[in-house]
């Protein structure tokens, strides 16, 4: 799929928001499946990356090659 993303946006933001994406997935799946439990921090930051990726991909125009 990064493969397929990058046809149409640069390296530096499609794996930005690759790298986000995982993250925050990941994160969600370990409180989910082993109960992990996720802290403030952790909340904060989570919330900060999906905020990033959210400016990327709406108001940057790096997106497009």
Request: proline share 0%; hydrophobic share 60%; net charge positive.
């Given at each position: 799929?990064?493969?397929?993303?990058?046809?149409?946006?640069?390296?530096?933001?499609?794996?930005?928001?690759?790298?986000?994406?995982?993250?925050?997935?990941?994160?969600?799946?370990?409180?989910?499946?082993?109960?992990?439990?996720?802290?403030t921090?952790?909340?904060?930051?989570?919330?900060?990356?999906?905020?990033?990726?959210?400016?990327?991909?709406?108001?940057?125009?790096?997106?497009?090659?």
């Amino acid at each position: 799929m990064l493969a397929f993303c990058l046809k149409v946006m640069t390296v530096g933001t499609a794996y930005a928001i690759w790298s986000g994406v995982g993250i925050t997935v990941v994160c969600g799946l370990s409180a989910w499946l082993w109960g992990q439990r996720l802290d403030t921090a952790a909340m904060l930051g989570i919330s900060l990356i999906l905020a990033g990726v959210l400016v990327i991909t709406l108001k940057s125009r790096a997106t497009l090659v």
